[in-house]
């Protein structure tokens, strides 16, 4: 199926889909006066429970460097904790203050009931469509390039 839609149509259907994603997450943003980086970050630790500052960089697929100062914007906001790792003295473990949780929790409250009143007035069938695509997206959109290395 896939190679039955001409590419430029393909581009504009990832262009539309990447613009309502772009605009769904600015305004979380603008509401919520957190970058993109602070609440992936929160949900990611709330996720975790906790990790080690070289984890976050890794997961975030940015410096460590990047990733200090981003925690350390967000300590200063009392929206994460650090501490020592008790393995490692070297190393600094990072997990999300009660402040953050509470902060995080709403983002996520906000996004399930504007996500419900959108899909309030939807087919059962489009709405199954729509979660079954969003359950593959992290497969679909990898960017591990393995399909790529697989063909060279």
Known sequence: MLGSIPREQLDEILFGALQAIYRFERAKVERFGLTYEQIYLLQFLRRQGQAAMGDIAAEMKIPVSTATRLIDRMEKRRLLQ?????GDKRSR?????AEGENLVRAVE????ALLLSNLKNRADTDIEGVIRTARQLKEILDTQDTQLKKEK
Do not use: D, L, M, P
């Not at 650090?82 to 008790?86: A, E, F, G, P």
């Open 109 to 112: 409250e906000h996004t399930f």
């Open 82 to 86: 650090r501490r020592q790792s008790r």
């Open 93 to 97: 473990i990072v997990q999300i203050a």
